[in-house]
């Protein structure tokens, strides 16, 4: 089959490698859209921890061969993939903290993952669809549990206030899920102007572009004292430091961004974080359970209801040969985009 495949830091191939077969307990997902996570790109641009990989774990399809001891009645059945794979068994995961799972794996990232024709993977990591949902909007399903798992971690309920720092596709994930639950009002920040007016359209009350204007003032403006909930999506430093100033007196901070490890924050951080009683927390992954968690069923209900919108969060269009391509250009700042999605079947 053709994969996809991270050879070294900043070196992706296109290139034929064995077609997986679905060993007992697993099955074998044929890949109808693919789309580019952050994670993917900053593996690209900064490195990563293996070498060879197939990356990729936003990805949609129709399953089309099963191992041993799974039922044949799977074949044929859309689903997506849930990318992290538990023990199960350690004291987090029968605590239902899978993300903190002891010796947990994921897909596309310590092992191989769906830039590919095919992909091969255990039965609890398929997430069953309905027939008619098209194969890109499920491709971003995971992008959104993330954003209904911050919802969930921040403790958000309907009527309050909420501040989204960055508007890329988690931020606008959160945009919506706030919408879909009752927030009172949503501001929105973004240095990109072309993501604030995407963010406007899909549910924001007010946008920010902090080139132009002062987040903290505007905010206060708006809110007074701050939100309720401020949700943190970028990961850059300078960002970070503005989650405080813009928060209410013991109200919520949910950090989702990835910040990079050789950077400091002022102890006058934690200082202001005590003085406003606020709390901090942060978020990795999506899931609750039982697993994979209501991040993934509450996802379906509201793309099934059409409240969840995804078209709007889609840039680009590409076929997987044009992958290399694409993501030098992306390491090079010189591709603008949303959500991109990739079709392994499309004319190379």
């Known amino acids: 089959m053709k994969a996809v495949v991270l050879e070294n830091k900043g070196v992706l191939t296109y290139k ?3 077609t997986p077969e679905p060993g007992p307990g697993h099955v ?4 109808k859209a693919i789309s580019i996570c952050g994670s993917d790109i900053k593996r690209f641009v900064d490195g990563h921890r293996m070498y060879p990989l197939i990356l990729g774990h936003e990805i949609s399809g129709i399953i089309d061969r099963v191992g041993s001891g799974v039922s044949e009645d799977y074949v044929g059945r859309h689903a997506v993939i849930i990318p992290l794979v538990p023990c199960f068994e350690c004291e987090q995961c029968l605590r239902g903290h ?14 191989s993952g769906g830039f590919a024709e095919f992909v091969d993977l255990p039965e609890r990591n398929i997430f069953l669809l309905p027939d008619g949902l098209p194969f890109e909007c499920a491709a971003l399903i995971e992008p959104s549990t993330v954003a209904r798992h911050m919802l969930a971690l921040g403790d ?5 206030t909420a501040v989204v720092l960055g508007a890329g596709s ?23 102007e072309d993501n604030l007016k995407i963010a406007s359209k899909v549910g924001a009350h007010v946008t920010l572009n902090p080139s132009k204007v002062d987040v903290i003032k ?12 401020t949700l943190e999506a970028t990961g850059v430093p300078q960002v970070l430091e503005q989650t405080l100033p813009v928060t209410r007196p ?6 989702a961004g990835n910040q990079p490890l050789d950077k400091f924050l002022p102890l006058s951080f934690i200082e202001n974080m005590m003085r406003k009683e606020i709390s901090l927390v942060g978020c990795f992954m999506s899931y609750s359970a039982p697993f994979p968690g209501h991040e993934w069923t509450e996802t379906i209900a509201a793309l099934s209801d059409g409240s969840l919108e995804m078209e709007t969060l889609i840039s680009h269009r590409i076929p997987l040969s044009k992958a290399p391509e694409v993501f030098e250009k992306i390491g ?8 991109i999605i990739m079709n392994p079947e499309e004319a190379r």
């Open 16 to 18: 034929d490698v064995p």
């Open 28 to 31: 074998r997902l044929k890949v």
């Open 98 to 111: 899978y993300s903190a799972c002891h010796s947990y794996s994921f897909i596309g990232s310590r092992q």
């Open 156 to 160: 958000f309920k309907s009527g309050q």
């Open 170 to 192: 988690i931020g606008l994930m959160l945009v919506q899920w706030l919408r879909i639950l009752g927030a009172r009002t949503i501001i929105v920040t973004d240095l990109l």
């Open 218 to 229: 505007e905010v206060q403006k708006f809110l007074g004292d701050g939100a309720d909930l």
């Open 250 to 255: 013991r109200g919520k901070v949910v950090l």
């Open 332 to 339: 090079a700042h010189q591709l603008a985009h949303q959500k």
